[in-house]
């Protein structure tokens, strides 16, 4: 068996179940410090549904611009992984170019 890492969320909520709180661990990540987030967003292939699943949350401390900026560097960068694991340089291109588009329009972006 080949080596293994872990990575470990750590959500605190307050008493209405809204997360507070988001910290991480990443084995090999600067000496495996805990890190702190205001937001979290993990997609994962459902192989068996053939479709994704998704873990979103956020902290009430996380301000609008920040989570407007947060999706769209969010899709930036999934453009750069799809092309990564496709080929795909040109939808890839349109896919950065629509995530930097609604970024100038929102304001995050100029």
């Given amino acids: ?7 470990k969320f750590e959500v605190s909520l307050d008493e209405n179940q809204v997360p507070e709180k988001i ?8 000496k495996d410090k805990l890190n702190s987030s205001k937001a979290i967003m993990l997609a994962l292939w459902d192989q068996m549904e053939n479709n994704t699943l998704r873990i979103d949350l956020w902290t009430k401390d996380m301000m609008v611009d920040e989570m407007k900026k947060f999706t769209c560097q969010n899709i930036i960068t999934l453009a750069d992984a ?26 995050v972006l100029k």
């Fill in 1 to 7: 068996m080949g080596k293994k890492s872990e990575i």
């Fill in 23 to 30: 910290e991480w661990i990443a084995e090999g990540s600067e």
């Fill in 82 to 107: 799809f092309e990564r694991s496709t080929g795909e340089q040109k939808i890839a291109e349109e896919m950065r170019e629509f995530g930097k588009g609604i970024a100038i329009k929102m304001g």
